[in-house]
């Protein structure tokens, strides 16, 4: 269990990390208001000033804390559009398109392979010349 006698203090909420996680969970405190670099550095400046550490207190606050990062990022994210069952996805429809090559598409293929074998060649040229400037002259 959390330290008891831990507790955060944010703009928006000042108490212990239990009591946080489970204000977030149950959608009483709004996740986007709670800034997780904050409670990460008062964690951190708590953890400094220990004199013994409790391996199983640091693991408690790295559980919090990714649920809490969890949380954020699903709040913060677009999430996938909803596609009807009839409806093709993108994606698919994209490499179902690449996967039919067509006498059009041909020189775009024969271009991409020119420019790999440019590439890997380019690459493997040395990073000086081999000639010298007085090699040069003595002809």
């Not at 041909?106 to 400037?133: D, E, G, T």
Request: hydrophobic share 45%; aromatic share 8%; charged share 25%.
């Amino acid at each position: 269990m959390f330290p008891k006698h831990y507790s955060v203090a944010l703009p928006v909420f000042s108490g212990p990390m239990d009591l946080l996680l489970h204000l977030i969970e149950r959608e009483e405190l709004d996740i986007t208001r709670v800034a997780l670099a904050q409670v990460t550095d008062q964690y951190l400046a708590y953890v400094r000033q220990l004199e013994k550490h409790e391996i199983a207190d640091l693991a408690e606050f790295l559980l919090i804390a990714a649920r809490l990062l969890l949380i954020k990022s699903e709040a913060l994210l677009p999430r996938p559009p909803v596609r009807q069952p009839e409806e093709l996805d993108p994606a698919e429809e994209l490499r179902a398109s690449c996967a039919s090559t067509s006498a059009s598409r041909m020189p775009v293929y024969f271009c991409l392979n020119a420019s790999r074998r440019a590439a890997r060649h380019l690459c493997a040229w040395p990073s000086r010349p081999r000639w010298s400037r007085a090699s040069i002259y003595q002809n």
